[in-house]
């Protein structure tokens, strides 16, 4: 499974982006797809995940903000983000698994090649 991810880029505090990332390949064996992202000297932390049913799950303090959304038939999943402060500059990472469930055990899963994020005035 390939993950091409796109729409980073410079934006002003208090604007908007719209991430999008599209799996391609054997995208049968996947079913979650999740955005991650990784500021400098930081670890990579977990945003917004959400399954083929539309299931969603969000890291607490950016549910609000952030919007994960899915088109099955495309295979493509987007994070629009909202109100952005200089803290969310990071690299956005595409991530795909197995799990078709949150409790699931996860078998395998992908990553893309991240798309940098700059909120700066």
């Known amino acids: 499974v390939q993950l091409q991810a796109s729409g980073g880029g410079l934006v002003q505090p208090g604007g908007s982006l719209r991430l999008s990332c599209t799996a391609s390949?054997?995208?049968?064996?996947?079913?979650?797809m999740s955005w991650y992202r990784q500021a400098p000297g930081k670890q990579r932390e977990f945003i917004a995940g959400i399954l083929s049913g539309g299931s969603t799950n969000y890291r607490a303090s950016l549910k609000g903000r952030f919007t994960i959304s899915r088109d099955n038939a495309k295979s493509t999943v987007y994070l629009q983000m909202n109100s952005l402060n200089p803290e969310d500059t990071a690299v956005y990472y595409c991530n795909a698994d197995s799990r078709s469930g949150w409790t699931e055990a996860l078998k395998y899963e992908y990553w893309g090649q991240g798309t940098q994020v700059t909120v700066s005035s």
């Open positions: 390949g054997s995208i049968f064996s996947i079913d979650a």
